[in-house]
């Protein structure tokens, strides 16, 4: 039976959504078993009786905050995320799930669980919503500075994760650029592209605009690039929402029009809700860990653990280190 | 009087909505003259009679066209591109406009009109909308890899424009990073922060989503993430209006909604429509230099004639100068 380790205590908004996502979740997958990491008195009022024998609770006293630094995560060890982390390095869980402090769950994975053989540097991956589906990009956040070497490990674990866990056959990987010509780049990413070459299916410099277009599955980035496209995309979707609520009140004939679009928005926000999608997988620990947002509601818990166990249940991991083992 | 030197022939869409754009400007502005760079056999038929004597057309008979390089720029001594530019470096024109390759004019402006006394490096800058107004980014193309210093100086010429031509009161200024706070960043950007620090009303470290939500008016960063801050912009706008659009067609309903929803659609496209801002100036060339998207139609032609006229009837450039000298 799969075993998966919640930091139950991170959350932006308490434990209630985070438990009702691990109860959403164990309703609808039967073969896997969740241990909240958190307080018990706080957690066990939260579980309907009928469930209480598919959650554990692993008792934990303290709770990094968001305020927190992410280099204290390694002291405090009576931590929900520090705790979580140990059971999973144990072997006591096969996955890690965490809506708090993401710096703390990357730091708290990356040095407690440990690097897959061959990793220089784990990468968190974010899935963006295209017309028809979703592309893969990473690292969208771990590693600030990179070289080229980092940016095609990033390539290499896409790939992996894209066909093992995601089920992409045969992906399409792109490396985010100024262009498309493959003179376009910095001096990082046209050493990178070089190296990437060797990756199937590699088609070369993308765009910002191709995240969107769906013309590639998995782009490459190093973190700094990644937050910063992460964050412009968040801010411009929010912006024309606001422009167009702005406009909306202004109007009484386009407020009939916007009870009428009301359908078409919901579908609008259900492509481009991260709920959808649950959380960000940091690729490259040997276990799976996935970094849930800090607002995560029940679906996105639900959804961050359904990744947690698609990863578990695929040899990635293996695979990586197969693949980097060639390589070097 | 003011005279613009327009390339007239590098637009996506030949010299047609060049000339429009010309005469649209000339229309609401009767202190200019425009000299248009092209084919006369081309140009002059759709030029009005009434516009003749505030149109002079100076023949060349090459074009750069967006397939060549931009280093054959400086070769190519009759393209249109390459003898507007020479009009503005020997006193013949006041600023220069182009819808043609913009590599080609960045590099003839730079190399051919110069760089200001203490410019490192010119910089792309472009206006990004928010909900109530615009944020001045750059750089957005020009420097694919950039120093603390070119930052810095990219943060000085920002201000500079945002307060002499858009008439910003002083202006607040960010740095483009990975998060907020002052230890975020790479290496690059952490040196840039403490340079950047002289600077009045600097703001510190700004995130992508800032750029479109009003909190700051100059956004500084080099020309590698700026082009795929601005290209993910495109990418997710573009893919909101196919989503909305694709779920349109699906729904008798949200068709009568579309209907009423269409003057809400239009002020949006107003406020995100890069024809409203006319083009991207190249700032810390001797001379104003706009460059105008490709596809630019009449009216992004007007308006990028305006900037042009703006920035040539400011103190921008000594301004520039003035500061630099102190800085270094």
């Known amino acids: 039976m799969l075993k998966i380790a919640i930091d139950a205590m991170g959350g932006d908004n308490g434990c209630a959504p985070i438990v009702d996502g691990v109860i959403l979740a164990l309703k609808q997958d039967r073969h896997f078993t969740a241990i909240l990491v958190g307080d018990k008195k706080e957690l066990l009022p939260l579980i309907p009786h009928k469930f209480q024998d598919r959650i554990e609770i692993h008792e934990s006293s303290d709770v990094i905050s968001m305020h927190d630094s992410a280099t204290d995560a390694l002291k405090r060890k009576e931590s929900s995320a ?43 991956a974010t899935l963006m919503p295209t017309v028809n589906g979703t592309t893969l990009v990473l690292d969208v956040g771990a590693n600030v500075d990179c070289d080229a070497k980092n940016l095609n490990e990033f390539g290499i674990m896409g790939r992996i994760y894209a066909e093992d866990v995601l089920g992409i056959e045969d992906p399409l990987t792109g490396l985010l650029s100024n262009g498309e ?21 590699f088609v070369g410099n993308v765009e910002g605009s191709d995240i969107f277009n769906g ?38 004939v386009s407020i009939t029009g916007a009870v009428l679009m009301r359908k078409v928005f919901k579908k609008l926000k259900l ?23 800090g607002k995560s509601n029940a679906k996105a818990m639900k959804n961050a653990i359904f990744q947690a166990i698609k990863a578990a249940d695929s040899n990635m991991n293996t695979h990586i280190e197969d693949k980097l083992k060639i390589k070097s």
Chains 1, 2 share one sequence.
């Open 82 to 124: 520090y705790k979580a982390i140990e059971l999973v390095k144990k072997g006591e869980a096969h996955a890690y799930v965490s809506a708090g402090h993401s710096g703390a769950s990357m730091s708290l994975a990356t040095l407690r669980i440990g690097r897959i053989k061959g990793v220089s540097r784990p990468a968190i």
């Open 181 to 201: 010509e493959e003179s376009k780049g910095n001096e990082v990413t046209k050493e990178a592209f070089k190296l990437l070459e060797t990756i199937p299916n």
């Open 215 to 252: 013309s590639v599955d998995v782009v490459v980035c190093d973190g700094f690039v990644g937050n910063i496209m992460l964050k412009t995309a968040e801010g411009v979707a929010d912006t024309i929402g606001k422009i167009i609520k702005q406009n909306l009140r202004r109007s009484l």
């Open 271 to 293: 492509k481009v809700d991260y709920a959808e999608y649950g959380g960000a997988p940091l690729i490259g620990v040997k276990a799976p860990v996935i970094i849930a947002h």
